[in-house]
């Protein structure tokens, strides 16, 4: 499959390199990043040693078989428009947060499958990402059901050894992503803990609560989450994801704008009730972004 990754960061980079050991891989991403993949290739680390030679650049190719979309959601919309002018039989989002589907879709003329990705990645340095934990990827019809499209994808990653599925209710899945998510990234980017410290501490409570909050609000929207199961899932990915550096806190780290308000933000903007630690935690996150002049 000729694959190109929108959205080279960390992630896009694990996802694209493993998939670059069968697959025609283009990485479109950033400088310095970019020349170091295509002058001595991609290095995989940590829990992957591997070395790949995907082609790397830092504008889209003309036409591939699929898109897989990795940016920031606050870059989505930018991103769909410039894929907009790439021939595509298919586009994939493997983003955080809620919403991105449907802002490719609007610009894409092609089918946009829906993903949740577990795999944590960390770019160690030009050239060079981390595997910071072996996850899972479930993708599927963005509206739920079965696709063509979805099961050519599901096996093109399957068979270049990646822990992926095909998923006939994505909107669900989205939803469980989003309760795990709102939970860890914005509790551990706050105290600039590790996922690990939620499994047990004083932030884990926090989390949990975030998680069952998001549930909720899920279930009032038509998609019937339970929020202990969310809560229990919030604990169970902070377990297996332990040693991991959360996107949101890599962010905060790196004094980069956060997608928090895909994320809690989303949350709150779609709750009927009260969700009060999600707006503590959007609110918090938003107050530190505009310290950093990140955001008005
Ligand atoms: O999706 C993640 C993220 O960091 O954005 C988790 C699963 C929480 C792993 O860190």
């Not at 769909?80 to 989002?93: E, F, H, Q, Y």
């Not at 709102?182 to 509790?187: K, L």
């Not at 905060?252 to 009060?276: K, Q, S």
């Amino acid at each position: 499959m000729d694959v190109c990754v929108f959205g080279a960061g960390s992630l896009g980079s694990l996802i694209g390199g493993m998939l670059a050991r069968i697959h025609d891989v283009t990485l479109v991403g950033r400088e310095p990043h970019v020349s170091a993949v295509d002058s001595d290739g991609l290095r995989l680390t940590g829990a992957l040693d591997e070395h790949v030679w995907p082609a790397a650049r830092t504008t889209p190719p003309d036409r591939a078989d699929l898109a897989i979309v990795t940016v920031k959601s606050f870059d989505t919309e930018a991103v769909a428009r410039t894929l907009a002018d790439v021939n595509l039989d298919g586009a994939l989002s493997l983003q955080n947060g809620m919403g991105n589907e449907e802002t490719l879709a609007t610009h894409l003329a092609c089918p946009v499958l829906a993903g949740t990705c577990t795999y944590g990645a960390r770019l160690a340095e030009p050239g060079t990402v981390e595997c910071t934990g072996v996850g899972e990827i479930h993708l599927g019809p963005r509206a739920g059901g079965t696709s063509a499209l979805a099961d050519r994808v599901g096996e093109a990653f399957q068979l270049a050894g990646l822990d992926a599925a095909v998923d006939a209710d994505m909107p669900r899945r989205l939803w469980e992503k989003l309760a795990v998510n709102a939970g860890i990234n914005a509790t551990t980017a706050l105290t600039r803990l590790p996922n690990g410290a939620l499994v047990e501490g004083p932030a884990g409570g926090v989390a949990r609560e975030a998680a069952r909050e998001t549930a909720r609000v899920a279930s009032e929207g038509g998609v019937a989450l339970d929020p202990d199961d969310a809560a229990a899932q919030t604990r169970a990915v902070a377990e297996t994801t332990a040693a991991n550096t959360s996107s949101m806190h890599q962010d905060v780290l790196a004094g980069r704008r956060t997608e928090v308000d895909a994320i809690n933000g989303y949350v709150v903007e779609h709750a009927a009730e009260a969700v009060p630690i999600n707006e503590t935690l959007a609110g918090l996150l938003r107050a530190w972004e505009r310290e950093q002049g990140l955001r008005e």
